[in-house]
Structures are given as C-alpha cells and as structure tokens.
C-alpha cells in the first residue's frame, strides 16, 4: 500500500488491474485502517479516472453474493448520494412508484453516509426486513415487483471499509460505485451522479455493457431530477437536457426537497409522500424520477406521458400497496 499512496500522492493513476486488485487487497486485510483512510482521502483531492472506477467496480462484482433473477428484467434506481443536499429519499419512493406501476425494480441501496437518511435506514424504519436469501428476494419480486439489496449483505468485502466511511462522513469514491455493483446486474440501470464529470465516467463504463441506462445530473448539483432547474440525460443513444416545464410541473425551490434532520422525520416524510399526501414539490420530484425510469425500461414512449403514467401509480395507492405488501 506503500508504493500505491506515493503514487497516488505524486498525482498519479492507478491502471484498471491495479485499482481491481487493491480493492481485493483491501477485502482481504492486507491494509490497516489508516492506509485505507489515506487512500480514500486521495479521491476527495482530486477527480477519480475511468480506469480506477471500472477496476474498482470489477473488483467489487467479482467479490459480492450474486443475486441471478433468471431472465428478470429489472430496473435499479439509485443515486449515488453525495451531493450534500439533503434531499428526502426520491429515488427510494420512485422505486415503489416504478413498481406499482407494473415494473420489476432490484433496488440496491445503504445506510446513508453523507446524509442523515439513506434507503437502507428508511426501509428499515419502515419494518422492512433485509435478507440476501436469493429465493425470497425473487419471491418478493414476483408478488410485489420489487426487491432491495441492502448492499451490506452482498458486499461483505467492504466490511473493512465501511467503519471508516462512516467516521470520515463525507462522500468518498464508494458513493461513486454504488449504483455500478448491483449484485443482481439488473436490465436497465437509472442512476442520478453528483457531478457532470462522473456522468460522463458512468456513460462510458455503462455503454461497455448491454443493459440500457439513463443517467442523470441536475446542473445545480443534485443526484436526480431535483426540479431546480435545468437537468442532463445521458443513454446510450444520446444525451438531452431538459427543463421542469418540458415534464409538465413547475420549477421548485431547494427547501421543498428538504430530507428531514433524522431518520424518523425522513420516513414521515417518505410515508406522507407515499400516500400521496405529499407537497406539490415532493410528489411532482417523485413522478419525474419514476417517470425516466419508466422511460428507460420503454424509450420509444414520451417522457411526459412515462411521468403521467407514474404519477397514476403514486396518486391511485398502487405504489402504497407494494410498500404496505413488502414490509407487512
């Protein structure tokens, strides 16, 4: 670990074989707290490349539990957080949405690091039990057309690291592979990034792949579709930037995504929004993120109707129902 900090302290690059293998490195405990601290401080420094990414993110597909669907095509939504907004959990309730609208969602998610609330804490607030019990989560996919993969229990190589994410508090390199090391390589991928840099990392590392992807950046900053203002989609295809008002709603100010202080007061949000008790704001945020998931599973259909057809979901409880159904 030595000779990899001096070179990453010189501002060099790790190749794609190197940054696989130091993070299998670190799987095993080869590397004391302290070295590790030091290496994911290197990345708050200075812009990761797309080698280091795509070897990081092999290293941690290659090691986790994987969840086979066998032929289910499902989508993730997940951001990859960090982008010190605080907003309340929109790409967790637009899983439900997606879902209750009639689509497969594998949502991978965690404890919150950077936030006060990640889906994880949410969920599990809510009464939701995590499992990594292959045949249950596929039992749950099939009756609610849903299932989450708390990523702990798919990642046990990163137990190492994950004590020190949670002392350091900031968002790191992990919050950047997150959304990439889906244990169940899920069909379509929807994915809000922090940064216009990381947007482009991700279109290139997906466009290696075959699963169809949308990947989305608010240009003040947010992981997702905030409705602040003016956001960018990257696909496959192509890339577009849209305004609030090309999806029907109205631009929202920042207060009204606010996530709550604590766990509890994000869940109360989560469950007024859920049952379609939510602010204007929050539920036209909600929509519009399902809305480009439901997009991505079928692009040959208008992103404003996609929108439409989620908000039918949250607004006539089908996306309630799949929530009450999952968590009992």
């Known amino acids: 670990m030595k000779t990899t900090l001096l070179k990453l302290f ?5 190749s794609r074989e190197e940054s696989r293998n130091l993070l299998i490195n670190i799987s095993e405990n080869k590397y004391n707290e302290s070295q590790i601290a030091a290496f994911i401080t290197v990345y708050l420094m200075r812009a990761i490349s797309v080698d280091e990414l795509a070897g990081f993110r092999e290293a941690l597909l290659e090691l986790c539990r994987p969840v086979d ?3 289910v095509k499902a989508i993730d939504l997940c951001g990859t957080g960090g982008d010190g ?5 929109i790409s967790t309730l637009s899983s439900f949405v997606v879902a209750g609208a009639g689509y497969k969602v594998a949502k991978h998610g965690n404890y919150g ?3 006060a609330c990640g889906s994880s804490n949410v969920l599990e607030h809510l009464g939701y039990k995590f499992t ?3 045949d249950h989560l596929k039992q749950q996919l099939d009756k609610y057309n849903i299932c989450f993969l708390h990523a702990p229990l798919f990642h046990p190589a990163m137990k190492a690291v994950a004590p020190i994410r949670r002392q350091l508090g900031v968002k790191t390199f992990f919050n950047m592979l997150g959304p990439l090391v889906n244990p169940s390589r899920p069909a379509y991928q929807m994915t809000g990034v922090f940064s216009m840099e990381l947007a482009r990392l991700y ?3 997906l466009q290696q792949g075959k699963e169809r992807f949308a990947v989305v950046h608010s240009l003040d900053g947010y992981d997702e579709i905030s409705l602040t203002g003016a956001f960018r989609v990257k696909t496959r295809e192509k890339e577009a930037l849209y305004n609030p008002e090309e999806l029907g709603v109205n631009k929202v100010k920042a207060e009204d995504l606010f996530g709550g202080d604590d766990v509890p007061s994000a869940a109360a949000i989560f469950k007024n929004v859920i049952h379609g008790e939510g602010t204007q704001a929050q539920t036209d945020a909600v929509c519009c993120n399902a809305g480009l998931a439901i997009h991505c599973i079928k ?6 109707d996609c929108v439409a057809e989620a908000r039918e979901s949250l607004l006539s409880k089908k996306a309630l129902n799949v929530l009450v159904g999952l968590t009992g």
């Open 85 to 89: 907004k605080n907003t309340f959990n």
């Open 69 to 71: 669907l066998e032929g």
């Open 132 to 134: 990594n019990e292959v």
């Open 299 to 304: 692009p040959e259909t208008r992103l404003i």
């Open 113 to 115: 690091v950077s936030s």
């Open 10 to 14: 010189e501002h060099k690059q790790l």
């Open 203 to 205: 279109q290139y590392i």
